[in-house]
Every structure is written in structure tokens, then in C-alpha cells.
């Protein structure tokens, strides 16, 4: 959550600094720069908030008692792949390629 918040902070910056009127990236010697850092946030941003989305998901598997089961052989998940991936859904012969 800390990550998201500043990683939103500073989408937000990013934003912010673009809002002087200038709205011409292509012209502007640090329009490329900012467009590239708001691409850059925004993307990581989106990746914390999916394996925000991912825990979530394990915190309700651990509610309905298949945490730690593997979703396709319905075997355990080893304690280490847990500890290494907290969200994991599968084992380690399972897992997407």
C-alpha cells in the first residue's frame, strides 16, 4: 500500500509539472522526459496494483481454506515458494511458463 501511495504521488507530481500550459511534448526539451516518467510510473504503478489485487486474492484463499493448494494439480505449495511468492496459486511444476 506505501508503494501505491507513492508511486501515486508521484504520478501525480509528474502530472502537475506538466500542467504550466505547455502541453507540447514534442517541442518541449523536457517534454520527452516527463511523458517518459509518467509512462514509467504509471506502468509500475498498474504492476502494484495488480499484485495488490493478487494478495487480496490470497487472503480470500486463506479465508476459504485453499491457500497453499495448487489451482491445477490441487497439490501443496511448498512453504518455500510461499514464503518467495505469497500470492502464488500454483506449484512450481504448475506454474505458467
Known amino acids: 500500500m506505501a508503494q501505491i501511495e507513492a508511486l501515486t504521488a508521484e504520478f501525480d507530481d509528474i502530472v502537475a509539472g506538466t500542467d504550466d500550459g505547455s502541453s507540447d511534448d514534442e517541442h518541449d526539451p523536457e ?18 496494483q495488480g ?19 495448487c489451482t491445477q494439480c490441487g497439490a501443496a505449495i511448498p512453504s518455500e515458494r510461499l514464503a518467495a511468492r505469497p500470492a502464488a496459486r500454483t506449484c512450481v511444476q504448475c506454474r505458467p511458463s
Request: aromatic content about 8%.
Open 31 to 48: 517534454g520527452s522526459t516527463l511523458a517518459f516518467e509518467r509512462a514509467r510510473v504509471s506502468a509500475l504503478l498498474s504492476q502494484e
Open 51 to 69: 499484485y495488490l489485487a493478487e494478495l487480496e486474492r490470497a487472503v480470500d484463499r486463506v479465508t476459504d481454506g485453499t491457500y497453499g493448494i
